[in-house]
């Protein structure tokens, strides 16, 4: 089966002045249709510019990012994207955000809202769909931002750190909603985060990167079965996959050149 | 103007990023994300300039126009006329308060949306 996402050789430079900067090198990765993968790594591993140019928001300077064997050339609704500062638009309401990328692609009115509210129960904020987003706390907003992502229909999910500003129990809450979501609306998930635990927790595999220059450093598949309950985070086999993630991730230095 | 140009170079990049992966083009953006997002800071510009546009005005009729309340208060200063003056000053007065008011409901009605801390 062809895979769902590419990222064939990636290479990402940032010219800071005169000197260049690489921020991701020769990053190869395919991702299966369906799959939940999440990638982790330090600051500076090139994480959110992979997604970054998955998404269509930052060229490549080489190689390309194939998505059903499209090469991406910029951002589409095929992929919805989900952000770290919810980028909610303040001045509409819970519907209408959700309603957004409905509007714009030209839905008529009805199915419009019918769409909107299908979604907007589907993250549990029923209540709050004709609410402004000041009056939300932060999982209730990037709830409504997963609600506004999903409502048009991308094959493709890109998180970038969805849940990095959020408490850490409002953080399990929204992850166990996230992979209910994502059990009933399957699409393939691209997860970014620096948490190690909310990594393996979610993923079908996660993605280890290293830094400087920001690049692919390990594939651990994650062989824990859905749905994953506290049993599961609790488990002894949990403990294990985390373990190895925390040291691929934390323990980089004498790896750093084994590559080059 | 001012007021307008930081409003419209303060939109907050993620919102329009937010946009455009669902899809907005160029155009939607300006209309859909960063007129309604800079709304505030053109009310702000707006307020600041009825202020000085109203007090110019009357300053203007002072120094040369047939017209006017300020035209009315030289004409009495020049006949020692008291209660036209003070009418006009009270009235010049009262008039840049309600315009300023009225812009203050409107910018209400328009930036609920706003957090205020």
């Known amino acids: 089966m062809q895979p769902k996402i590419v990222f064939e050789n990636v290479t990402r430079r940032f010219d800071l002045g005169h000197q260049s900067f690489v921020a991701l090198d020769r990053f190869l990765l395919d991702v ?23 998404a269509g928001l930052l060229a490549p300077s080489e ?22 500062q919810y980028a909610l638009f303040p001045w509409l309401t819970v519907r209408q955000n959700v309603e957004f990328g409905l509007r714009i692609k030209g839905e008529p009115a009805v199915g ?10 589907l993250v549990g904020l029923g209540d709050f769909a004709d609410a402004l987003p000041k009056t939300l706390s932060g999982g209730m ?49 691209m997860f970014i985060t620096h948490d190690v635990d909310e990594a393996v927790y979610l993923a079908n595999r996660v993605i280890v990167m290293a830094a400087r220059p920001g690049r692919l450093k390990e594939i651990i598949p994650v062989e824990l079965p859905y749905p994953r309950t506290e049993e599961i ?22 790896t750093q050149r084994e590559e080059n | 103007m001012v007021a307008t140009y930081q409003g419209v170079i303060s939109v907050d990049k993620t919102m329009i990023n937010a946009a455009r992966v669902l899809g907005a083009k160029d155009l939607t953006i300006f209309l859909r ?16 300039g009825l202020g000085s546009a109203w007090a110019t005005l009357v300053a203007a009729e002072l120094i040369a126009a047939q017209t006017g309340l300020g035209y009315r208060m030289q004409q009495a200063q020049l006949y020692y006329d ?36």
């Not at chain 1, 019918?114 to 907007?120: G, P």
């Not at chain 1, 409504?144 to 493709?156: F, G, K, L, N």
């Not at chain 1, 985070?233 to 004498?254: D, K, M, P």
Request: aromatic share 8%; charged share 25%.
């Open chain 1, 233 to 254: 985070r609790l488990s002894s086999e949990f403990t294990a996959i985390r373990n190895r993630v925390w040291h691929a991730v934390y323990h980089q230095q004498g």
């Open chain 1, 112 to 121: 419009r809202r019918e769409k909107a509210d299908y979604f907007i129960n």
């Open chain 2, 33 to 48: 994300v960063i007129i309604p997002a800079s709304t505030p800071f053109i009310l702000v510009g707006v307020r600041i």
């Open chain 1, 32 to 54: 299966a249709d369906g799959e939940f993968v999440t990638v982790v790594g330090p600051s500076g591993c090139g994480k959110s510019t992979a997604l970054n140019i998955a």
């Open chain 1, 141 to 189: 907003k990037q709830r409504c931002a997963i609600a506004r992502a999903y409502a048009v229909d991308p094959s493709v999910l890109l998180m970038d750190e969805p849940f990095g500003a959020l408490d850490a129990l409002t953080r399990v809450q929204l992850q166990d909603q996230l992979l209910d979501t994502w059990r009933r609306e399957r699409r393939t998930v």
């Open chain 2, 82 to 117: 008291l209660a036209t003056i003070f009418v006009s000053l009270i009235t010049i007065g009262l008039l840049g308060l309600a315009m300023d008011r009225l812009l203050l409901a409107v910018e209400r009605r328009l930036t609920v949306w706003q957090e205020r801390v």
């Open chain 1, 63 to 84: 190689g390309e990012v194939r998505v059903d064997g499209k090469a991406v050339e910029g951002p589409g609704p095929e992929r919805g994207m989900i952000f770290q």
